[in-house]
């Protein structure tokens, strides 16, 4: 019996907790409707989203992913990129935690299953609502999470590493880590492991702040990232498999429906602004009407290449060779850059609708926070580098032959 078959024989044979209790979409309301409340405070004081996490947690949103077995709701990767919608209509620096987030947590269920250690990070996500950051970035060597300099020393049952960790959102509110890193001292720079680690196996000591145009709340300071742990927080599968089968597929899916829910939210604005500005006019559409026009097409646009994506990823999600294929590949890379250029481009559009309304910080109409955040998605590993990487990928892939290929 393989992964799959394993852990669907397990939740057919257990009933799902949502059965009696409120919908993975009433919780996601819930959540958003708290992160709402506090979204500008987030947003003016860098603040980590504390009563936004609190909600979370009590709806169990953190664990929703995690098998039956292992306590959690055996939510789908559309159930969760859901919730990153819907919260990032809220509150954008929400949804990309919880985004971030269970993109770890996927790592640690598809890769870890069968090995006690990832096995009890399981539980604890789902029991302990434990919350996971992210290191990839490292040094100067921005986005480019595939080259790692620190390397995991290996000594008996124990490994230690000591990393530059430029940036890491939410490090100090996180109750665990995923971070890569050289295989072994003498290992190419390629040559990486993923490790899963629990709060007591490592400490942080801050070496940068987060003062940034948007995004403030993620509070995605730098550290310098120092491991000290029992040697089975090492995944034994290299990272390089990691990376194509879900690291990038659950970071690209949740991150482009968070700008989504970003742009949605520029997006009812603008649409609320059109329809004051034509009450207090007779029925006559504001000049800027066309630029609305525009945000919903190109809203529609963005929701139904995440959606053509999350069906891909669905299909293959549990077939190895279909998840390696250049086709699907260079789609989910690609789709971080596309999503976040629409992203941007729909919450241009939704401001421009309103005008001085949507530039200003202040007022109903005011979508200052949204562009500011939004304006992040681009640079996150930035789609320059995305695009040099994919070169010589997308020449080779081919060009479809009928419109449903
Ligand atoms: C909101 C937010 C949260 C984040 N959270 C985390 C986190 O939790 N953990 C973490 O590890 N990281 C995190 N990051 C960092 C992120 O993942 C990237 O590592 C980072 O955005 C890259 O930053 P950079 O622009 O300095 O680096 P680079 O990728 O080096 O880009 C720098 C410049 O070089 C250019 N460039 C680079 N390579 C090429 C190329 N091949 N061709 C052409 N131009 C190129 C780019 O256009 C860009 O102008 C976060 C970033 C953001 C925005």
Redesign the pocket.
Known sequence: MNVREAVQTFDEAQPSPLEHGPSLIERAARTASVAAAEADGVDRDASFPHKAFEAAREQRLLGVMIPVEFGGFGASIHDVTDICYTLGRACASTA?IYA?HQTKVACIIRHGHGIPWMETMMRRVARDQWLL??????G??????RASAAAVDHAGDTVSLVRD???????AQADGLVTIARRATEAAASDQVLLALAKDDYSLKQTQGWE?L??RG?C?TGFELKVDCPADRVFPEAYDKIHAQTMTPFAHLCWSSTWAGIAAASVTRAQAFVRKAARNSGGQMPPAAAHFTAAKMSLAKLRALIAANLDAFARAEHDERALSSLDFQSSITLLKVQASELAVETVMHAMRTAGLAGYRNDGEFTMGRHLRDVL?SP???????I???AATATLMSGIPTSLRD
């Open positions: 990309m971030m950051a992210s290191s990839t970035t490292e100067q060597n921005g986005g480019n999470i960790a430029t940036v890491i959102s939410y490090g940034t948007g995004m993620t995605s992040s640079i996150m590993i930035n789609n320059d580098r695009l040099a990487n």
